[in-house]
């Protein structure tokens, strides 16, 4: 099983991930996309979708509209480990194709 980030791992890993902060006391960590429309919120979601169950790791997200918020934890380690960092990065990657550096 996958370890849990230690908190100055986290924070370090945070510094890299524009956009990206603790959510739930540390427990996770999220950031908010807002697109042009709900085509692209969705185009998003649906790469992003396709990645986390290619990688056995999905988001919790909440969509309305063009507006995408997004949480990453690993829920089996009970906090923040790499795979999030993978994940958000991955994320971060599909947001820039729709223009949200
Ligand atoms: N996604 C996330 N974000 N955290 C997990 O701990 C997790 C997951 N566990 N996707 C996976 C699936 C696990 O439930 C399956 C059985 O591998």
Known sequence: MVERLSNEARTA???????????????????????KDFNEAFGFMAR????????????????????????????DAGGVTVRDIELATFINTAAAQFGIP
Do not use: M
């Open 13 to 35: 890993a945070l510094k890299g991930l524009k956009g990206w902060a603790e959510a739930q006391g540390g427990a996770a960590i999220g950031r908010t996309f807002v697109f």
């Open 48 to 75: 992003v979708a396709l990645a986390a169950e290619k990688a056995d790791h999905h988001p919790e997200w909440r969509n309305v509209y063009k507006t995408v918020e997004v949480v990453l934890s690993t829920h």
